[in-house]
């Protein structure tokens, strides 16, 4: 098989997915090309989350929120049902120690024009009435959102193929091909030869082994993270809550947190997500250990006692599975959305780590402007790859 | 089988849901599961499994013994959450 497009994009999953259906909206021919089913790796074992609360205040929370519109209009244009629901999210504050920071971050994020909320005493509780009774604040998002990621994927795929695109599931890349002067002219596949004189890389935890292949080092690792799913029943809460503390457990951060050190090693902080069926999503951890996909028995214990300390009504719902995937991480909390400068025709939009599904619509509409020499809707400098170049 | 004939009792999922999943591209147990929910209810696929893999059979003209069941993932059977964190104590 020998195929001719404008663009290749490797990855079938929510970013990959993003970048060709905003690329064939504009005209773009492009092949998509997966080596499994389309949403079959990361974007298959995650949660639908479309959230600015747990940004940076500034640049982070700026960009996901132009994200969180973009995605608002895509729940019209794409002849899918998402199971899009904005509602809000909530971070639950602990203590008194955490008010503090909690306060700070909440100042910050409106400062930053986020639709924030503090509430504290009894407002908590007439908020979310099931919440354990000693904590002592809330700060909201209102613009705050979720989804079903595999029916966004799919969305995505579908529009893009009746808008002209070719996909190519079950066809893995095997290599980058480039001309004599350097310049991306192709791929090398299980299924033949493609050509094309743009290749973006949107292959995820799976993309610095692509690059490696042609000489370019992406600085993203595998950060793993574990899901519980429960039964569908009544619900501890109406939208997602996130302990305070998921920020430090996100960022790195060990104080403000009175935890035993074994909730720290695994990253283990609550998040609670509802999803349109009834059912609701447990979360997280964050461990560093390759790639392996496999669930840790004792990771879920702990996760379960977390929720229980903040949600004591669901003892006795049941937990019906649970998975784990692989969230690409890079140093500095921020995607890889950018050319390499080393290889003319070659870009990388991938290293998303917890927030692909939340920022697919901005990194699609981004890299579909790079390519078409238009000027990017964001600023893109925080997001070039060469970033981490001079750094350890 | 009805197109309307209820597959997956869990999670609802008919017969015509799920070939209309094949048509756009699940090729097995798990890709019919992402695009339909049929398996990911309280009994996991313990029902509607070998239903599901005789669609398939049908619909992609394939033996059944190619088809192989989705992902076996803790816990096996429903458990509280009360009960795994419990397990975190000991």
Not at chain 1, 120 to 127: I, P, R, S
Not at chain 1, 170 to 198: H, Q
Not at chain 1, 301 to 323: C, G, K, V, W
């Amino acid at each position: 098989m020998t195929s001719a497009a404008d663009v290749i994009v490797i990855g079938g999953g929510v970013i990959g997915s993003a970048v060709t259906y905003y690329l064939s909206r504009e005209g773009v021919k492009v092949s998509l090309v997966e080596r499994g089913d389309v949403a079959s790796g990361t974007s298959s074992a995650c949660d639908g989350n479309i959230l600015a609360i747990d940004k940076v205040p500034g640049y982070d929370s700026q960009v996901t929120l132009k994200s969180q519109k973009l995605l608002a209009e895509l729940t019209e244009s794409l002849d899918y049902d998402l199971e899009y629901a904005q509602r809000g999210s909530v971070l639950v504050v602990e203590d008194e120690n955490q008010e503090r920071v909690a306060r700070d971050w909440f100042s910050r994020q409106k400062e930053a024009g986020l639709p924030m909320r503090y509430l504290a005493g009894k407002e908590v509780f007439e908020d979310e009435p099931l919440l354990a009774s000693d904590v002592v604040g809330l700060v909201e998002c209102a613009s705050d959102a979720s989804l079903n990621p595999m029916a966004f994927v799919y969305g995505l795929v579908d529009t893009a193929r009746r808008a002209g695109a070719m996909v190519h599931p079950f066809t893995e890349v095997t290599g980058i091909l480039r001309d004599s002067v350097g310049t991306v002219c192709g791929v090398e596949t299980t299924r033949g030869t493609m050509s094309a004189n743009k290749v973006v890389l949107a292959a995820g935890v799976w993309t610095p082994a692509l690059a490696a292949s042609v000489g370019v080092n992406v600085r993203i690792e595998p950060r793993k993270g574990h899901i519980l799913v429960a039964e569908r029943s009544p619900r501890p809460a109406r939208r997602k809550v996130q302990e305070f503390g998921y920020l430090l457990a996100k960022f790195g951060g060990t104080e403000g947190r009175n935890v035993e050190a074994e909730m720290d090693q695994y990253g283990i902080a609550m998040v609670f997500e509802p999803t349109e069926h009834g059912n609701f999503l447990i979360g997280s951890s964050r461990e560093f250990v390759g790639f392996d996909r496999c669930c840790n028995h004792h990771i879920l214990e702990l996760m379960a006692r977390r929720a229980l300390r903040f949600f004591p009504t669901i003892r006795d719902i049941h937990i019906i599975r649970s998975y784990a995937g692989l969230r690409p991480y890079t140093p500095d909390h921020l995607p890889i959305v950018s050319p390499v400068p080393t290889v003319p025709g070659l870009y990388v939009a991938a290293g998303h780590e917890g927030d692909g599904i939340g920022l697919a619509p901005i990194t699609g509409k981004v890299i579909s402007e790079m390519i078409l020499g238009e000027p990017t809707s964001i600023p893109t400098e925080p997001l070039r790859l060469d970033r981490f170049k001079n750094k350890k | 089988m009805d197109d309307d004939t209820i597959v997956c009792r869990c999670e609802e999922a008919t017969v015509g849901e799920i070939k209309q999943a094949i048509r756009e591209g699940a090729v097995d147990v798990t890709g019919v599961k992402r695009r339909t929910r049929a398996g990911m209810g309280l009994c996991q696929g313990r029902t509607c499994e070998r239903i599901v893999m005789r669609i398939l059979s049908q619909e992609l003209g394939k033996p059944m013994s190619e088809f192989e069941p989705d992902t076996v993932r803790t816990p096996v059977q429903p458990v509280t959450f009360g009960l795994l964190a419990e397990g975190a104590h000991d």
